[in-house]
């Protein structure tokens, strides 16, 4: 039996700007996806795009940040050493916006990002150290109820989507 979603029952997906090819990564460049699942997304008007960085009023490019501890707390600074945590929560926060607004119950995220990575980030060191843990979008997306993927299981958030819809 096949179930015919229409247009506006379909799940949106919230998706890293850089992954859809959108040159607005730390370096000025982006890290596009081909994969077909968000292909197919993108054809059938599911996607959202977002960079929370960006949204958070950070230039591209812009100096390399990672998450890092400082008496107890969670703070996003660059490599230079300026805090930029504001802009990073602030950016979540539109992120998460848009989402609610276009009613977005998915989200693939550019893993290892201080904003998107959904299973691990680097550990503040800037030496390519990744460790267990998320990033300030990711972590605020979760905590409203939106499913997070990272770009490397989007056969898996596929499944997700098929399992909402049916």
């Not at 504001?86 to 992120?95: K, M, N, Q, S």
Request: hydrophobic share 35%; glycine share 10%.
């Amino acid at each position: 039996m096949t179930h015919n979603t229409s247009v506006t029952d379909r799940a949106r997906i919230v998706v890293s700007a850089c992954l859809l090819g959108a040159p607005v990564r730390y370096n000025g460049r982006d890290k596009k996806t081909h994969h077909p699942v968000l292909q197919r997304w993108i054809e059938e008007g599911r996607v959202v795009s977002a960079c929370p960085e960006v949204l958070g009023g950070l230039g591209t490019p812009r100096p390399p940040a990672e998450i890092v501890q400082i008496g107890g707390l969670r703070r996003v600074t660059t490599n230079e050493g300026r805090d930029v945590t504001a802009a990073f929560e602030r950016g979540a926060e539109d992120t998460l916006e848009q989402a609610l607004r276009h009613g977005v119950r998915v989200a693939i995220l550019k893993e290892g990002s201080p904003s998107c990575g959904t299973s691990f980030v680097y550990d503040g060191t800037f030496t390519s150290m990744p460790v267990p843990g998320e990033g300030v979008a990711a972590a605020l997306l979760r905590s409203h109820g939106i499913r997070v993927f990272s770009e490397n299981e989007l056969d898996a958030a596929s499944a997700y989507v098929e399992a909402l819809e049916r």
